[in-house]
Each structure stands twice: as C-alpha cells, then as structure tokens.
C-alpha cells in the first residue's frame, strides 16, 4: 500500500480512442486469483496485476531484456503493510501507458529499485507491476472472473440495466482507496452479525483479512494456523489463518470461509484509517461478477458458478516459487512405417525412431516451510528444488496447479524428488501426507 506523498501532478486519465466509443473488452490471465494485464509503458509491452487496493502505478525492478525508459526521475522512499522499514524507490513523471485501446499520458510511476514481493516468483510468470486507481477513476469495469474478460465502459454514455439478482454497495473512499460495509460471523454459537468496513483488494489473493481489535469481538478463533500471507512494501506479511461461519455482502451470504487475522504490529499504517476492519481479495471476488464503478462511486456485485464453491488452502507448510528454467533432455519416441511397396498389408516395415531433444523449462523451489508441518516433519527444507510431483516431472505443471495439489483433499499422499544444494546436489525423495489444520 502506497502513501499519498502530497505532490500533485495534473495526468491526464485513461482515455478511450473516440470520445464516442462506449466501451472495451480485453481477456486477462487469473493466476492466484489475481488477475493480470497487459500493459504498456512508453512503448513496452509488459504485465501488471489489477489492483484496486493500490493508489499509485507501481512498476518493479526490470531486467535488460525488459528495459524501458522513464522521464523526469528523483528518488522517493514508499511504506506499507509489514513490518519492515521504509523502502527506497524512483518517482518517474509524464509516462504513456496503455492498457488495451485506453490510453494515458502524463502518468506517474513509482519504481521499487529492490523487489522484494518475489510476485513473479510466486505466479510463474513475470509481474512487471501493479496498476489501480489511476486506471479505475477513469472508467466503469466489469469483470467477469469465469471467462476472464474485463470490458472497460466510457462513464459518459454507459446506462446500468436492471439487475434483480444483483447487490450493490457504495463506495467510500480513502487515500483513493475504495471501502464497502459488509457483516460477518466470527461465533458459532448464535448467529450474531458483525459489521465491518472493509478494503475492496483485487490485487489479494486470500479470501478474507481481518484486523485483530479493530473491533473489540474481531480477534482469532481458538483453531488457527500462523501462515505467511505474502510481501507487503515494508516487508512480510504475517497472520493467523483459520475459518468463520459466515460473511454476508448484502443478501449474499458465504458459509466457512478462510480468514487471515493480522495483528497490530503488521497493520499499523493501514489503521490510519481508523473505521478499516480489514479487506476482501481475490478468493472471495473471483465468486461474482464484479462491475467497478469509481465514477458513481459503487460497486456490484452478481454471483456466479462458483459461488458456492469451497475455500481451500495449503495443508503441505510449504511456500512454492518459480525458479527459473533449466534445460532438459527428453526422450522421444517416434513409430515410422515404412512402406516397401504399394501394398501395405504384406510389404510394410515397422520401427522406431529414438531421438533426444533439449529444452528450457520452468521449475519450482521452496521457499519456505511451516513449523510443525507435515512437509517439516518430512524434511523438506527452504532452497529445496522440485523435480518431481508424484512420479511427474515438475516442467509439466504450472506453479498453480501444484498449488492446487497442495490443496486437495485430507489425508492425500504426496511424493516429492528434490535437488538439495545447488545445480550438482543431492537427489532426495520425500513422502508426507496432507493434513488439515483448521
């Protein structure tokens, strides 16, 4: 989460090709329940993560290959969730970016010359930057999470059509950052209904963020996990994963979700604004249709096929990242026939080709391991890499649908052949079984 430093540039906002043009629609790619564009900055395609929690365009470190220039460049120093120190990045002025046919000039970027969040890492995929509000004040989106395609809609001609399946909630917003009021169950005896404040966070990937005592009943449950919740700007985020009976968002109501309890410590500039209880991400988003209205200050929501799915979570302890790609020689078998003459039924040859062939592919480590989890107990340990997932070689999934392995259901056994040490480790097989822990 990005401050407002005071400084006040006149930008002129995203813009679509004609004034007249109603609207725009582009495909995204929904990785972690996040969703990512692509973006281009002075020229140069890149990818960004749609955010709504965040207030300013955030671009990361980039490599040579990915290098662009920026105009107009001084050093700043940014803060945020964590509970790490200020960090020190570039402020760069009068920047083109377009996001489909929307385009902006004069635009304003905030470079983090050390990226901490690893978010490309943990995507398997490179995340050049965050985009929001600069973005959304402009326009009204619709996202719809099960096609994954967001249409953008010109304000000045976009009619709302009557939705009696839909909720729709008003916005407040601070530091340009929007806030709905929803209610939640913390208890399971009775059925008391808590109200709430809470941030609208596209760019979160969890469910559900409640902030211990910022209500006297908000503070963990009695059965709870203590789980890294991800990078925030000053540093990693820590909390205490663990479930509630219910969150209602209007006449929508969500039984047994995951929620993440962060206490004081961690959040301490986010309650500055002292009315925040926490925020709702991806996890919980990605269940609606979500129109994103800034301009009229309003959020709708409209539930989809997934609503009524389950919330799922990690029950290995261990933290995946991309690792970049290594080569790899593969084997590969080809049936040839070969045909003496026209008559192939009494004149035909049958062999097989063996050919090796080499190629670039993706693999994983871990990054981390969860005390007292049944990856712990197994030996797995941070700077493991993975080279196979249950007999299957690693390059043949993505990090999401390893994730999702680590997901499924109690009692699951997974099998794991690592690399310990560097390119000329040890090769090391691990067996654990997945545990609930909430």
Request: proline letters at 2%; one cysteine or more.
């Given at each position: 989460m990005l401050n407002n430093f005071g400084i006040v540039f006149g930008q002129s906002g995203f813009q679509f090709p004609k004034e007249s043009d109603r609207s725009y629609t582009m495909r995204f790619q929904l990785i972690n329940n996040l969703i990512v564009v692509p973006v281009e900055v002075n020229k140069t395609k890149l990818s960004f993560i749609l955010d709504t929690g965040v207030q300013?365009?955030?671009?990361f470190s980039l490599s040579g290959k990915d290098s662009l220039g920026l105009n107009n460049v001084k050093k700043v120093s940014l803060y945020?969730?964590?509970?790490?120190?200020?960090?020190?990045?570039?402020?760069?002025?009068f920047?083109?970016?377009?996001?489909?046919?929307?385009?902006?000039?004069?635009?304003?970027?905030?470079?983090?010359?050390?990226?901490?969040?690893?978010?490309?890492?943990?995507?398997?995929?490179?995340?050049?930057?965050?985009?929001?509000?600069?973005?959304?004040?402009?326009?009204?989106?619709?996202?719809?999470?099960k096609t994954k395609k967001i249409t953008f809609y010109n304000p000045k001609?976009?009619?709302?059509?009557?939705?009696?399946?839909c909720e729709v909630f008003s916005i407040e917003f601070y530091r340009d950052k929007p806030y709905i009021d929803i209610g939640v169950q913390l208890d399971t005896i009775g059925n008391e209904e808590i109200p709430i404040k809470i941030l609208v966070d596209s760019?979160?990937?969890?469910?559900?963020?409640l902030f211990e005592n910022s209500k006297e009943r908000i503070r963990t449950p009695l059965r709870y996990f203590n789980a890294i919740l991800g990078e925030g700007l000053s540093g990693t985020i820590y909390g205490n994963k663990s479930r509630i009976p219910k969150v209602k968002l209007g006449k929508f109501e969500i039984t047994q979700p995951t929620v993440s309890f962060l206490d004081t410590l961690t959040t301490y500039r986010a309650r500055k604004f002292e009315e925040r209880n926490g925020s709702i991400g991806g996890n919980l988003l990605k269940r609606f249709k979500v129109w994103i209205d800034y301009p009229n200050k309003k959020i709708t929501l409209k539930k989809n096929a997934s609503f009524s799915g389950g919330f799922e979570y990690d029950m290995s302890g261990i933290d995946i990242l991309y690792n970049g790609e290594e080569l790899v020689k593969e084997l590969e078998t080809k049936k040839v026939v070969d045909f003496a003459s026209r008559d192939v039924t009494n004149n035909s040859t049958v062999f097989f080709s063996t050919n090796y062939h080499y190629k670039f592919m993706p693999f994983y480590?871990?990054?981390?391991?969860?005390?007292?989890?049944?990856?712990?107990?197994?030996?797995?340990?941070?700077?493991?890499?993975?080279?196979?997932?249950n007999g299957v070689a690693v390059y043949k999934y993505s990090i999401g649908e390893i994730i999702q392995k680590l997901q499924q259901k109690e009692g699951k056994r997974i099998r794991l052949m690592i690399r310990r040490g560097g390119i000329e480790g040890r090769i090391l097989k691990f067996q654990f079984r997945l545990k609930k822990r909430i």
């Open positions: 300013k365009n955030i671009l945020g969730l964590g509970n790490g120190n200020e960090i020190e990045a570039l402020l760069s002025h920047n083109e970016i377009k996001v489909g046919d929307l385009k902006s000039r004069g635009q304003s970027l905030y470079v983090i010359l050390n990226d901490q969040f690893e978010l490309s890492g943990k995507m398997g995929i490179t995340i050049h930057g965050i985009i929001g509000y600069q973005l959304f004040k402009d326009v009204i989106a619709k996202i719809n999470y001609n976009y009619r709302y059509k009557t939705c009696r399946k760019g979160g990937s969890d469910a559900l963020w480590k871990v990054s981390n391991v969860l005390k007292d989890s049944p990856a712990e107990k197994a030996g797995i340990l941070p700077g493991d890499v993975l080279l196979k997932f």
